[in-house]
C-alpha cells in the first residue's frame, strides 16, 4: 500500500465514524505532504527513520507512512478497518444505497468544510459515485466562511480546471444558498444563473425562535425562486453532536411541500447523523405530497459523503420510491432537471 493512500484510508475512517476532525485532520495533512515528494525522498526519508523531520508528520502518521511502505497494511489502520466496519444494511436500504450515482450537497475548504475540492471529488469517485456537487456556503454565512462573490467565482474557475482530468466524473458547480430572513436567496444573483445547482437552506431564526407563519412564508419565498433545485435540511432541528440539541423549526409542512412538488423542488434527506433531516413523520408527508427528494450527506470531510446510507434508510423506512429520488437518476436526467426552467 502506497504510505499516502495508507493516511488517505486512514482519514477517511476517521472521518466517517465521526471522530474529532482534528484526528483526521491530522492525516490528511500528512498525506498532502507526503504526496508532495517524489518516490525517491520518500523511500529515503522511510528508510532513514526522517519522516517527522518533515513538518506535519508526527509519530502516529509517520508509523503509519512507515508500516506502508513496508508492504503491510499498518496496525493502526487495520484496528481502524476493524472498529469502524459499517453494519450490514436492509435489502431495501442496501438497494437504494446502490442506486445513488452521486451527492448533491457537499462542502469543502472554501468554506467550512475540511479539505479541497480535489480530496472530495476523488473520494466521491473511489465510492463509486458519478458525479458530486461542490455547495459551499453562501457569503452571508460569515462563521462558515461562506464564499463572496468574488471567492465563489474563482472556486468556479478551479472547477472548470479539474472537469477534464476527472471525466467521466462530472463535478457539478453549486452552492448552498442561505435564505435569508425575508425569503430571498443570499449572494450574486448572476452567479446563481451559472451554477449546476442550487440548495437553499435556512440557516437563522432556527430551532422555534421564528413563529411558523414567518418561517413558512419565508421558505415558500425561496422554492418559488425557479433557481433553487434543494431545500436543504429543511427544519434545522440538531438531534445529536457537538453543537447540542436544537428542535424543530415550526412552518406548515403541507404548504411548502405542495410548492416544492409543483415547483419540481427537490426536498433534501439531509444525511448527517446529528440532523437525520427532515424528521420520519415530515419526510412521510414530504413522499406523499409527489415531492422529488434528494439524498444528500451535506459532507464536510471526504469520509462523510459515505453517510449516504443514513439518509437512504430513512427514505426508505418512510415509503420513498427510488424514481422520487433524484440522485437515483441517470446525469443527462438530473441535468435536465437542474436547467429546467421554473
Ligand atoms: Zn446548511
Ligand atoms: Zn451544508
Do not use: K
Amino acid at each position: 500500500m502506497h504510505p499516502v493512500d495508507a493516511l488517505r484510508r486512514t482519514a477517511f475512517l476517521l472521518e466517517r465514524s465521526q471522530a474529532p476532525a482534528h484526528r483526521a485532520g491530522a492525516f490528511r495533512r500528512a498525506a498532502l505532504v507526503l504526496a508532495a515528494l517524489d518516490d525517491a525522498e520518500l523511500d529515503r526519508r522511510v528508510r532513514e527513520g526522517a519522516l517527522t523531520e518533515l513538518p506535519g508528520i508526527g509519530p502516529r502518521t509517520a508509523s503509519v507512512a512507515t508500516e506502508a511502505a513496508e508492504g503491510g497494511v499498518p496496525a493502526y489502520l487495520a484496528d481502524l478497518e476493524r472498529a469502524a466496519a459499517p453494519a450490514p444494511l436492509e435489502p431495501a436500504v442496501q438497494a437504494l444505497r446502490a442506486a445513488l450515482r452521486g451527492d448533491l450537497h457537499a462542502h469543502t475548504d472554501w468554506s467550512d468544510g475540511g479539505s479541497p475540492v480535489e480530496e472530495m471529488a476523488a473520494t466521491a469517485a473511489e465510492l463509486g459515485h458519478e458525479y458530486l456537487a461542490i455547495t459551499d456556503h453562501s457569503p452571508r454565512l460569515r462563521v462558515a466562511s461562506g464564499l463572496s462573490s468574488a471567492r465563489l467565482g474563482r472556486q468556479l474557475d478551479l472547477l472548470e480546471l479539474l472537469r477534464g482530468p476527472l471525466e467521466p466524473f462530472a463535478l457539478l458547480s453549486g452552492i448552498e444558498v442561505d435564505i435569508t430572513e425575508d425569503g430571498g436567496l443570499d449572494g450574486d444573483s448572476d452567479l446563481l444563473d451559472r451554477l449546476d445547482v442550487v440548495v437553499a437552506s435556512v440557516h437563522s431564526q432556527l430551532g422555534g425562535r421564528s413563529s411558523a407563519e414567518a418561517m413558512t412564508a419565508r421558505m415558500l419565498a425561496a422554492v418559488a425562486d425557479p433557481r433553487v433545485d434543494v431545500l436543504g435540511h429543511c427544519t434545522g432541528r440538531l438531534v445529536t453532536g457537538e453543537r447540542g440539541r436544537r428542535p424543530e423549526a415550526p412552518f406548515d409542512a403541507a404548504a411548502v411541500f405542495a410548492a416544492c412538488a409543483e415547483r419540481g423542488v427537490a426536498v433534501e434527506v439531509n444525511s448527517r447523523p446529528e440532523r437525520l433531516d427532515p424528521p420520519r413523520r415530515l419526510l412521510r408527508q414530504a413522499v406523499e405530497a409527489g415531492c422529488l427528494l434528494s439524498i444528500d450527506t451535506d459532507a464536510h470531510a471526504p469520509g462523510q459523503l459515505d453517510w449516504q446510507h443514513l439518509g437512504a434508510a430513512r427514505a426508505v423506512e418512510c415509503g420513498a420510491e427510488p424514481d422520487q429520488v433524484v440522485n437515483t437518476w441517470p446525469l443527462e436526467r438530473l441535468r435536465g432537471w437542474l436547467s429546467r426552467a421554473g
